[in-house]
């Protein structure tokens, strides 16, 4: 039922910009909590940033000051704006919609790549 289409990632160089868009579907959840988590290349999935529909926001610590998440107001739809980016950004960034366990979808994801 519910899907996220994530659109923005790419190639960037060290110090450029990036923004990420997820837009969910089929959504029927007043609360929610929407982010984006990230995957280098043989490492775990992790926190990148996320926000409620009440407008908290969390930053992993290595994106605090140079990322920011951002929700369209009434919608489910998110965005990252990423700025100053560097090599170890690079990994594969999901989009995830939560509301509890048995309510937990993500994207397909979108590679983002930082030269060095």
């Known amino acids: 039922q519910v899907q996220l289409v994530e659109s923005g990632g790419g190639l960037a160089e060290t110090g450029g910009s990036l923004t990420l868009s997820c837009a969910a579907s089929?959504?029927?959840?007043?609360?929610?909590?929407m982010g984006w988590y990230r995957q280098g290349s043989g490492t775990q999935r992790v926190l990148v940033a996320r926000?409620?529909?009440?407008?908290?926001?969390d930053y992993a610590e290595s994106v605090k000051g140079r990322f920011t998440i951002s929700r369209e107001n009434g919608k489910d739809t998110i965005h990252l704006q990423m700025n100053n980016l560097k090599p170890e950004d690079t990994a594969v960034y999901y989009c995830?919609?939560?509301?509890?366990?048995?309510?937990?979808?993500w994207g397909q994801g979108t590679q983002v790549t930082v030269a060095s």
């Open positions: 995830n919609f939560w509301v509890r366990s048995t309510d937990d979808y």
């Open positions: 089929g959504t029927k959840f007043s609360y929610n909590v």
């Open positions: 926000v409620t529909t009440g407008g908290a926001i």
